[in-house]
């Protein structure tokens, strides 16, 4: 065993035992590492990526430290990944839904400039909104229905992550992920196209 397996091993055994100093030096430590994992899920949104990594450290302090039964460093990271991975993806289930709202009931304006001029607004219709809401429903109907696994490839593929960076951050192959989301559009397309 390595000097530095033997180091990270004793910090870890501190860490459990509950002492302080060694727990901040541990999140000083592998922050970055988790920092860095978890930028390839929310791109830039250091938002996001602060309120993840705060939820990892918390299921290490609570128990992930002492589950934890490699012998070395890299087993350690490893370990460490699996449990961002996990944590980024409940994160990105759980607020799925809670994005941009898009709103389809703004009627068009009714101020009408000069009586018996009718200019258009751009705005839908009433048939049209209606249409249109019912699709939307139609479509969400079918995100909801979806594998988690298959939701965050669509999700991902949204915000426009590339296949392989979908592939290594889900950990499946690139083919996997091509063939998946093609599977998903057809079926979203397939809601759509059904009354």
């Known amino acids: 065993m390595s000097d530095q397996d033997t180091k990270l091993l004793a910090l870890l055994e501190s860490c459990v035992k509950g002492n302080e100093r060694a727990w901040h030096v541990f999140v000083g430590d592998y ?3 988790v920092r860095g994992c978890l930028s390839g899920y929310f791109r830039g949104n250091d938002q996001k990526i602060d309120d993840v990594t705060q939820q990892v450290f918390i299921k290490l302090w609570r128990s992930g430290l002492k589950d934890f039964r490699g012998t070395n460093r890299y087993q350690f990271l490893s370990y460490l990944k699996l449990i961002t991975i996990n944590e980024a993806k409940t994160y990105l ?9 898009i709103s389809l009931d703004q ?5 009408d400039p000069s009586p018996g001029t009718e200019i258009p607004s751009g705005a839908p219709n009433p ?4 249409v249109a809401r019912e699709g939307v429903d139609r479509v969400a109907k079918q995100l909801q229905e979806l594998s988690l696994e298959h939701q965050q490839i669509f999700l991902m593929k949204a915000k426009g992550y590339k296949d392989r960076e979908i592939a290594e951050l889900l950990g499946i192959p690139g083919g996997t992920v091509a063939s998946s989301y093609s599977r998903i559009v057809e079926r979203l397309k397939k809601a759509l196209i059904e009354s």
């Open 31 to 33: 922050g970055k590492v």
């Open 93 to 101: 289930r759980l607020t799925a839904g809670h994005g941009k709202e």
């Open 107 to 111: 009627d068009p304006p009714s101020d």
């Open 127 to 130: 048939e049209e909104q209606t």
